[in-house]
């Protein structure tokens, strides 16, 4: 059985979520596992996903509301242990000093770009594995 990657989707917005799995894919790049994405709407169900562990990599949109990936992400990244790594979707590419601030390792742009998306949680899933092995 070929390992698999969980992915954590935060958006308020189904159609955001539905962008991200689209552009993932079952499997963003050859070198990588095929994913397995867990889907949440509010910052209460991301952080009970967080809880129960097992989550690879985080994608939270930016323009989410009431809480904004931006903030999610700086509150799991001072509040959970070994918080996994974040891409985040940001609205304008000006916003990406807000990436920076929240300490997110990744950002592109909404719309998702598929290419560009594929590629940046592809690097994400390598630099998991890599510190996992």
């Known amino acids: 059985m070929q390992p698999t990657a969980t992915v ?15 552009a993932a894919g079952r499997r963003p790049a050859s070198d990588v596992p095929e994913v397995r994405f ?5 910052l209460p ?32 990244k001072d509040e959970v242990f070994q918080a996994p790594p974040v891409l985040l979707l940001m609205g304008r ?13 990744a950002a592109v742009t909404l719309p998702v770009d598929p290419v560009e ?10 630099s998991r594995a890599a510190l996992s092995a």
């Open 8 to 22: 954590l989707i935060y958006s308020d917005d189904a159609s955001t979520r539905e962008q991200v799995r689209l």
């Open 38 to 42: 867990v889907e949440c709407a509010t």
């Open 45 to 76: 169900a991301v952080l009970k996903e967080l809880d129960h562990g097992g989550i690879d990599v985080c994608v939270l949109d930016g323009e989410a509301a009431p809480a904004g990936g931006m903030g999610v992400c700086r509150q799991i």
């Open 93 to 105: 590419p000006q916003d990406a000093w807000l990436a920076t601030w929240s300490r997110a390792e």
């Open 117 to 126: 998306f594929a590629a940046a949680l592809a690097s994400l899933l390598r």
